[in-house]
């Protein structure tokens, strides 16, 4: 079935290095892409999104670069804080569907 | 505004018990959710709402029930819980279709089945 997933579950990076989290999705028809985070004992927050008309999305301190040709999103943290320790979730929608679909989450570790 | 708020924050239950875990957001959203995190997984979708009175299935409706008399609140309801539904729940609200409009996540209620 259609699903989202993600490469390593657990990923390290040394602080002020950059990080990046991946993601796979095998749905086509998905068109519109999000990275949460989430903290421990609190929800999911929204990041950042792009749509599947775009490769590359910035914001402040994250961009998301999208490869629709092999089914890929990334997320790329510069300069990794102590507070970017999180679980880091993409997800997935397609056009006007009513609903995402989540996938199963990087959790990011920072060295000291 | 509150966001989305979400009660109880932790419960035990007995195996076979009912119960309703409330939410409700104050941002005049027209769409509701209701996951379930599983420890180390992601969210998967129970049920989801578009406005009052309209209610769909998500990914894994069994062993639920859902309401949405109002635009403010969404309350999921176990009603035989199992040990299986032990878990983490969301409630969320985005004002519209989740291709267009961010999603805004409650705290979370921890639900134990023994």
């Known amino acids: 079935g259609e699903s989202v997933g993600l490469h390593l579950p657990t990923l390290s990076v040394q602080e002020g290095d950059n990080s990046i989290i991946n993601c796979a999705y095998s749905n086509s028809a998905s068109d519109y892409f999000i990275w949460y985070k989430q903290e421990s004992g609190k929800g999911p927050q929204f990041i950042i999104d792009?749509?599947?008309?775009?490769d590359k999305r910035q914001g402040q301190r994250v961009t998301v670069l999208l490869n629709k040709t092999v089914k890929h999103l990334s997320l790329q943290i510069a300069a990794t804080q102590p507070g970017d320790s999180a679980v880091y979730f993409c997800?997935?929608?397609?056009?006007?569907?009513?609903?995402?679909?989540f996938g199963k989450g990087t959790r990011l570790h920072i060295l000291p | 505004n509150a966001g989305v708020t979400q009660t109880p924050k932790f419960r035990i239950l007995k195996i076979g018990q009912s119960m309703t875990l409330q939410c409700t957001q104050d941002?005049?959203?027209?769409?509701m959710y209701w996951y379930r995190q599983d420890p180390g997984m992601g969210l998967k979708l129970i049920y989801y709402s578009v406005g009052a009175g309209i209610t769909d299935k998500g990914e894994v409706p069994n062993g639920y029930n859902v309401s949405r008399s109002t635009t403010e609140d969404f309350p999921l309801r176990l009603l035989s819980a199992a040990p299986s539904q032990t878990s983490v729940y969301f409630c969320?609200?985005?004002?519209?279709?989740?291709?267009?409009?961010?999603?805004?996540f409650g705290p979370g209620t921890r639900l134990m089945v023994t």
């Open positions: 997800a997935e929608s397609s056009n006007r569907d009513d609903k995402i679909i």
């Open positions: 792009i749509r599947s008309n775009m």
């Open positions: 969320a609200s985005s004002y519209s279709w989740t291709g267009a409009y961010e999603q805004y």
């Open positions: 941002m005049n959203h027209n769409y």
